[in-house]
């Protein structure tokens, strides 16, 4: 098959497309004919090497896969080749505690499609049974491999870690990448007012398009301060951040008495600093999330399907072009996400 990959770790110029033996189905396995697949900033610290993450290679990224059922391991039921699908990039044992309690991202196994194992930049992927959710015939392989990560992500972190509530505020930063549009799309769902932080007058009216109340220009001015006035100098309910460590005080200076920052990623750094009595005195709560389980997945996929939620795509690329996608990503050009097709 023809697959992208590489071979070791460095920069957009270690990535090959090239030929690749065809994965096969074992037990309870699946293998799926490829239509669309999508990056993530994870296939960049996948590239670069993540500390303590020992790959075989050659290793093929992305996460986020839609296509058709190409073969069926032993044992698996309730499947049919020709199948449409779009696939969980999680995955995990189904036997320890988290599992038992339906808390699959915190699997004491979990792993990631396209970052613990090869994933979908390839004409076929490997992958469970149980990682299969059904596409609707209506929804496009391209619009489906936008989905699963960043929107399974925001879901989980907004509706299940900080339970935003209606009449909320939430602030959402680095607003152009695919969790955050996911996510403000999420918070106006909940019913919440939505802060954006992005950057250039044109993300400005993309991520007003999307649904945010008030969309911050990060080049112009501090975003804290612009989120306490945007409040009558409140502050937000909820921060959802990835930045990490070059934002993180503003982060917490943004949030109102009883705020909660969600983290899900750190791309400048992490160790972030902080200034401890502005956490007890205000009362703030720092959350962390990854991911979602199951139930979760299936949830903001059904919402997607029914065009509650949409996904947003920047670029619609042939998979060899994958090094120029890595490097859109890389320098932070993109608003929404970037997909491949094999």
Not at 216 to 240: C, N, P, Q, W
Not at 251 to 260: E, S
Not at 300 to 321: H, K, S, Y
């Amino acid at each position: 098959m023809k697959a992208a990959f590489i071979r070791e770790h460095g920069g957009p110029e270690v990535l090959e497309v090239g030929e690749l033996e065809d994965p096969v189905a074992g037990a309870g396995q699946v293998v799926v004919d490829v239509e669309a697949c999508a990056l993530n900033h994870l296939d960049l610290w996948v590239r670069r090497g993540l500390p303590g993450l020992d790959l075989e290679l050659p290793h093929v990224g992305a996460s986020d896969v839609a296509g058709t059922v190409a073969a069926l391991g032993p044992g698996v039921e309730g499947w049919s080749r020709g199948d449409r699908v779009v696939v969980n990039p999680a995955q995990w044992c189904g036997r320890c505690e988290w599992c038992v309690r339906g808390e699959h991202s915190l699997c004491e196994e979990f792993r990631i499609l396209g970052e613990h194992i090869d994933g979908g930049a390839a004409e076929k992927v490997r992958v469970p049974a149980e990682s299969l959710y059904a596409l609707p015939d209506d929804v496009p392989f391209e619009d489906a491999a936008a989905v699963p990560l960043v929107f399974q992500t925001a879901w989980r972190a907004l509706i299940g870690r900080a339970d935003v509530r209606p009449g909320e505020t939430v602030l959402v930063t680095g607003g152009s990448g695919g969790v955050s549009t996911a996510a403000i799309q999420i918070a106006r769902l909940a019913g919440a007012r939505v802060l954006a932080v992005t950057s250039g007058p044109e993300n400005v009216e993309r991520v007003r398009a999307l649904g945010a109340d008030v969309a911050i220009d990060r080049l112009e001015e501090d975003f804290s301060k612009a989120a306490y006035e945007a409040t009558g100098r409140r502050g937000v309910d909820v921060v959802l951040d990835s930045v990490g460590e070059a934002i993180w005080d503003q982060c917490v200076r943004a949030l109102a008495r009883n705020g909660r920052l969600v983290t899900y990623g750190a791309t400048t750094g992490a160790s972030g600093r902080q200034d401890i009595r502005r956490m007890f005195w205000k009362q703030v709560r720092i959350i962390g999330t990854t991911m979602a389980s199951r139930s979760e997945f299936e949830r903001v996929m059904d919402l997607v399907f029914a065009g509650r939620l949409e996904p947003v795509i920047d670029v619609v690329w042939p998979l060899e072009r994958i090094a120029e996608a890595h490097e859109r990503l890389e320098g932070g050009d993109q608003f929404g996400k970037v997909v491949l097709v094999p």
